[in-house]
């Protein structure tokens, strides 16, 4: 399995794009890159996936490069309710991978 | 259409006790999993299940049980309670997109 490491911790403020990298070295071929947003109390929520290149949606964007030994998540002018832990997970269920691994996640604070 | 649902939201138990974490999904998914998530820390994996009579182990499996009789649910058997069991606990499920999780409202577990 695709090991991920990212930052324990990034401040922020409000209205700032924020950018959290997660690296994984060893990635698989057929392995995608997700990530989940975590709020106190709650389950991870899904906000974004890739595979290679670019992807945007409404919440964030995920910039992949060609070597697909990184990723970064941009969340675009954060808000206090950005306040969460991120975790980077990689890996391809289609090939038989389910056991992904979560990781410690990046915890981010955005600061008023 | 509920999602995943989990019961109860919090419970307290006594060294030795066994009891059942319950978890249903009404989105007819295929692959269900539980995780365990320490004060702090991010989640780990204890058991899946890729469909209806399939499981296996995840991360941190001993101690638990579980068993998958329909897709709908998925319990988690605690077979004799120890301190170090406790946590918040999280079901999660998922179909089509290798790693679109949605996972439930957890439940607070405290070992005495």
């Known amino acids: 399995l695709a090991k991920t490491t990212q930052p324990i911790s990034m401040d922020s403020y409000e209205g700032q794009e924020v950018n959290i990298t997660c690296s994984h070295n060893?990635?698989?071929?057929?392995?995608?890159i997700t990530w989940y947003q975590q709020f106190p109390s709650q389950g991870p929520r899904f906000i974004i996936q890739?595979?290679?290149t670019k992807v945007t949606n409404e919440v964030a964007s995920l910039f992949i490069p060609a070597d697909r030994k990184s990723s970064t998540l941009s969340l675009p002018r954060v808000s206090l309710s950005d306040t969460a832990v991120y975790y980077c997970?990689?890996?391809?269920?289609?090939?038989?991978?389910?056991?992904?691994?979560f990781g410690t996640g990046t915890r981010l604070k955005v600061l008023a | 259409n509920a999602g995943v649902t989990q019961t109860p939201k919090f419970q307290v138990l006594k060294t030795g006790q066994s009891m059942t974490l319950q978890c249903a999904q009404d989105?007819?998914?295929?692959?269900m999993s539980w995780y365990r998530q320490d004060p702090g820390m991010g989640l780990r994996l204890i058991h899946y299940?890729?469909?209806?009579?399939?499981?296996d182990q995840g991360e941190v499996p001993n101690g638990y049980n579980v068993s998958r009789s329909t897709t709908e649910d998925f319990p988690l058997r605690l077979l004799s309670a120890a301190p170090s069991q406790t946590s918040v606990y999280f079901c999660?499920?998922?179909?089509?997109?290798?790693?679109?999780?949605?996972f439930g409202p957890g439940t607070r577990l405290t070992v005495t």
């Open positions: 997970l990689v890996g391809d269920m289609l090939s038989g991978t389910y056991k992904y691994i």
């Open positions: 299940s890729v469909g209806a009579g399939i499981t």
């Open positions: 989105m007819n998914h295929e692959y």
């Open positions: 060893n990635i698989a071929t057929n392995d995608y």
């Open positions: 890739g595979y290679k």
């Open positions: 999660a499920s998922t179909q089509g997109s290798p790693y679109e999780q949605y």
